[in-house]
Structures are given as C-alpha cells and as structure tokens.
C-alpha cells in the first residue's frame, strides 16, 4: 500500500486543484462554491486519493477515490479538517453527506440533525447540539428578569414586552425567519400584519455573519424598529436555521435541485423548533423579485401543513408602485440616494444609515459591483 502525504490544496495550486474536481467528479459531486480551505491525500506519485474542505465551522466536498475505499482515508482527512477547524477556534461543527455516507460519520463522531431521505443529512459534532438549542428556544423568558430591557434587550429569546401580559387566547403562536439586510418597513409591514394576527409572534434573525450588513447592526435595527409591537420574541437564528450562503450545492444536479432541498432541509429542522415553541404559523413575505426565494416559498406552502404549521403569505409593502426589498435599499445607498432611502427604511434604520457607525456598512455596499440578490 503506498505512503499517502496530507497537504494544503490552495487555489493557486492549478494541477492539485484539477485533481480534487476531477475526483469529487468521480464521486458525484461538484466543488462548492463556498470553501474556505482544500486538502488532499496524495500517493507517493503525487495523485490525489482522498480530498475534503472547509466552509466556515462546517466541513463539505469529502471523497474518496474509489480505487482506495476501505483504506481508512477519510477517517485522515476529517482528522486533520477538524484540527484545523480546532486551530481556528471552531469545536461546534457541521458537515453535509449524502444519506448513504451518514453512517460513516456518525461513526466518527457525529450525529444526525435532520436529513432529506435520499438527498442529504446534516450532521453535527455534539451529540445534544440541537437538543440544547432547542432548550433555549424554549427556556422562560422571565429569566432575563430584572437584567431584561424590554425592546433594548438583547437576549436571544427575549420578549420585547413582559411575556406575563400576553394572555393565551384564539390567535395562534407564529414565526418570522428573517434575515434583514438591512431592515426595511416590507419587514416592519411583514411583522405588523403577523404580529396582529397572533398571540405570540417569534423573530429568528439569521445570525451567520455572511451579509453586508453585520448581524449585531442587523439584529439592533429590528429590534429597535419594532419596538412599539409588544408580543414579539427575538431569537438568534443560530447555526441550525441554514442560510443560502452556507448551505451546499454540491449533491445536487442544477441550481433548482440546490434550492429544494436546501428548502426541505430547513423546513425539516423549522418543523422541530415550532414543535418546541408550539408554534402553528409561519409568515412570509411574497416574493416578486427573487427566484431563490420565490422557489423557496412555494416549498414551504407545500410542506409546512404537513408538520402542522399553517405557512400564510403576505403581500409585499410597496413604494411608488414597486415592492419594497432590501435589495433595492442596498441599491439605494450604493447609489447615495438618501432620499429615495428614507421612503423604504424606518426611522430608526434611516437614522442609522446618516450615522458616522454606519461608515464601514456602506463602504461595503459602495464596493459592490451588485447588491441585488436573486
């Protein structure tokens, strides 16, 4: 059996980067667009035998070539991924596999969370990862006590107003995921119409940092947007409710397929929370411009009564005649339109904006050859 070497595979590497797309190929799969470090297993003739990556905390386009399975190859490569994840400070860990390949790594130490039979399982490196989070989610908001400041906390779970003074009645517990990049009265509109039709209205803000707008700005400006509605709950999204950015598309054949099951994965994991918090509706808004999203509500029509969860659909606020988004914010403050800002934003977004804080965030924008999302 020959000597196998581990090594860095960088981009600038031209002949060790064909090689990990010519083999994840051979496996069925395509090289994630999203991937922050590449290593190889190479023989002592320099040819790749087993590659893997990393994508923030999680880990994704493992394999193996076929010619050398059973070898105890990827055992290595998810060893030496996870040194380098525990090098960058990361011991919570993710990865994706395929439905057959799950056995494997639970028996490397990892469990399932939620899997979409026959397409993908999510996986994570704590046995009771998600069990906690979920005791979280669900942990009285009363123990924020007298440390709790109403709309200006920012505790994830808390309660804009004191949970004592929302009576049980007929309107049903509901939900927002939202990311809010950045916050605009179409998510103030969103909230409202949701909020007035619920008992109790829970926000999860997409909290992986991969937008424009950093997630502490964003999850202030909700807050304090919505300040004057006082049966809210703010979550953190955490690492379970998946983003766009960091979901994989790598076992799937086009970019629909990539948007379903990212959609099925997540509502899998959705249908969880809701059954912790006793949520029974989901609001979202309706989507005219973007195509992921637009994929991705008509899935969550679909599937969400099937675990019990009523999804209900909210046209979109308009303004001049055109529904408002936040990709035509980003649009607006890339092109200095302050004035055309100040229509589409709350006050206290808009404020945020004029504000001298805010110089980095536009910079960012201003530095975008796009900011219209799709």
Not at 115 to 131: C, S, T
Not at 211 to 227: D, H, N, W, Y
């Amino acid at each position: 059996m020959s000597d196998y070497t581990i090594s860095r595979i960088f981009k600038s590497d031209l002949h060790g980067s064909r090689q990990m797309d010519l083999l994840l190929l051979q496996e069925g799969i395509r090289r994630d667009p999203n991937l922050d470090y590449s290593c190889g297993l190479f023989d002592d003739k320099m040819q790749l035998v087993a590659t893997g990556s990393c994508f923030g905390n999680t880990l994704r386009c493992l394999a193996v070539s076929r010619l050398h399975q059973g070898e105890g190859l990827m055992n290595r490569i998810v060893t030496h991924l996870m040194e380098v994840q525990y090098f960058r400070g990361n011991t919570h860990l993710f990865l994706y596999t395929k439905c057959s390949a799950a056995r494997f790594f639970h028996d490397l130490g990892f469990y399932e969370i939620a899997r979409i039979d026959g397409q993908v399982v999510f996986m994570e490196n704590k046995r009771n990862g998600f069990d906690k989070y979920l005791k979280g989610l669900s942990g009285d908001p009363a123990q924020h006590g007298a440390d709790c400041r109403g709309a200006d906390c920012r505790g994830t779970g808390c309660r804009g107003a004191d949970f004592r003074d929302a009576a049980p009645g007929s309107k049903p517990v509901s939900a927002i995921v939202m990311n809010a990049n950045p916050f605009t009265l179409g998510h103030l509109y969103l909230i409202e119409k949701a909020a007035a039709q619920s008992d109790l209205l829970h926000i999860f803000i997409v909290s992986e940092d991969v937008s424009l707008v950093p997630f502490q700005v964003r999850k202030r400006l909700v807050i304090e947007g919505t300040a004057g509605i006082h049966n809210l709950v703010y979550h953190d999204s955490g690492p379970y409710i998946i983003s766009n950015a960091t979901f994989p598309s790598y076992f799937q054949k086009d970019e629909d397929a990539v948007i379903e099951s990212h959609a099925r994965l997540d509502l899998a994991i959705f249908a969880r929370i809701a059954g912790t918090l006793g949520i029974t509706c989901r609001y979202v808004g309706e989507e005219p411009f973007s195509r992921v999203t637009g994929i991705y509500n008509r899935i969550m029509e679909s599937q969400l009564p099937k675990a019990g969860i009523h999804c209900r659909v909210i046209p979109r606020k308009q303004a001049n005649g055109t529904a408002i988004s936040a990709s035509s914010v980003r649009n607006a403050i890339r092109e200095n339109r302050m004035d055309l800002l100040a229509g589409l934003v709350p006050d206290s977004t808009y404020r945020y904006f004029c504000s001298g804080e805010a110089g980095p965030v536009i910079r960012a924008i201003t530095s975008q050859d796009d900011v219209i999302h799709y």
